[in-house]
């Protein structure tokens, strides 16, 4: 079955600042929506629960603990789609840890896959659930931040400032 023809569930949060929005499956978290509706347009059948119903498998309460600096990584199911190379790319973004940034190309030789970094890029773009997987902290080569689908450059600025790894170098 296609994740958008199943029943998703969802709850809208305001943290730090944010308009959040946290799509599950039973199974587990699908997507998040950081000041945006797009997952409204992926999901056919979905129905508003609150943010402490269990089908969100904690994942507010781990969002409001990221935002108040007490949660460096999230703990909760994912059911995301995607090709093969993208859930290489979306496996490999766990694996940066909390507060360091990796740029595009990094990504692609630690896949092995070197000269992918624009497809990587892609991937990065098109990651479901940003902050559980942290895309915000791949960064250009050129020390850019690059873009950010989660709410745009400066969302990704402002989670990495929180993480403690924003410097003036970068900019």
Partial sequence: MKQSDQKIF???LKIGGYSITVFAST????HLDLNSKSGSKLFQKKSKLPPNDKIFFGLPEQLKKYFDSELKAFKVPLDIQGTTFQLQVWNELMNIPF???VTYKDIALRIKNEKSFRAVGNAV???PVPI???CHR???TSGALGGFSGGGPKVKEKLLELEGCVSLELF
Avoid: D, L, M
Wanted: glycine letters at 16%; one cysteine or more.
């Fill in 125 to 127: 773009g098109a990651n």
């Fill in 132 to 134: 559980v997987i942290p």
């Fill in 138 to 140: 791949v960064i250009k």
């Fill in 99 to 101: 507060g360091e940034v």
């Fill in 10 to 12: 969802y709850t809208p």
């Fill in 27 to 30: 199974k587990g978290i699908c």
